[in-house]
T-cell receptor
Framework: DADVTQTPRNRITKTGKRIMLECSQT?????MYWYRQDPGLGLRLIYY???????NKGEISDGYSVSRQAQAKFSLSLESAIPNQTALYFC??????????FGSGTRLTVV | DQQVKQNSPSLSVQEGRISILNCDYT??????FLWYKKYPAEGPTFLIS?????DKNEDGRFTVFLNKSAKHLSLHIVPSQPGDSAVYFC????????????????FGKGTLLTVNP
């Protein structure tokens, strides 16, 4: 089993719909992150959490919300999806300041 | 304001030759640098890192060089292999304990490396 699991792997949704992307990890890491990747724009940070009670906005948090349900689970929600949120979404974990372990990504298409 | 810059979107090299991927940064507080490799349909995976107290770190075919005065680092792959074809991301953060917000990685836009047989 993967250390960082993202579900779903692919999702097509309609404009205005609410959608949740889920991330779970078995590494025991305290820190979790959500990034999105767009062609030519690299990886941009949406939200991050350093423990269950700590949630922080990243550089592009507008239109997104997160929930850290447990140390091992960090979900990303799009309350009302719009087409420019079509992207590849990655969850990552780290132990304090060490390097990240990424999930395999969720490809989201908003039509 | 882009703090980590990879100015070459793509690079093509012949198998067996050297690949050099470049990265520049603007934030002088960064003191730890990493390279990630990403294949299509997979998440990025850690490749190699370097602390600002060093100017070189080597791991097999991969070597990262850091020039702090120029705020520049490079990844050398020798010899390049077709399996090295992927997107390479440069990333940086501040390792020193200066508050939790500095532990998050800042990524460049990535460079697509193609190694031709």
């Amino acid at each position: 089993d993967a250390d960082v699991t993202q579900t779903p792997r692919n999702r097509i949704t309609k404009t205005g719909k609410r959608i949740m992307l889920e991330c779970s990890q078995t590494k025991g890491h305290d820190r979790m992150y959500w990034y999105r990747q767009d062609p030519g724009l690299g990886l941009r940070l949406i939200y991050y959490s350093f423990d269950v009670k700590d949630i922080n906005k990243g550089e592009i948090s507008d239109g997104y919300s997160v929930s850290r349900q447990a140390q091992a689970k960090f979900s990303l929600s799009l309350e009302s999806a719009i087409p420019n949120q079509t992207a590849l979404y990655f969850c990552a974990t780290s132990f304090q300041g060490a390097g990240y372990t990424f999930g395999s990504g969720t490809r989201l298409t908003v039509v | 304001d882009q703090q980590v810059k990879q100015n070459s979107p793509s690079l093509s090299v012949q198998e067996g030759r050297i690949s050099i991927l470049n990265c520049d940064y603007t934030n002088s507080m960064f003191d730890y640098f990493l390279w990630y490799k990403k294949y299509p349909a997979e998440g990025p995976t850690f490749l190699i890192s370097i602390s600002s107290i060093k100017d070189k770190n080597e791991d097999g075919r991969f070597t990262v060089f850091l020039n702090k005065s120029a705020k520049h680092l490079s990844l050398h792959i020798v010899p390049s292999q077709p399996g090295d074809s992927a997107v390479y991301f440069c990333a940086a953060h501040r390792w020193a304990n200066s508050g939790g917000s500095n532990y998050k990685l800042t990524f460049g836009k990535g460079t697509l490396l193609t190694v031709n047989p």
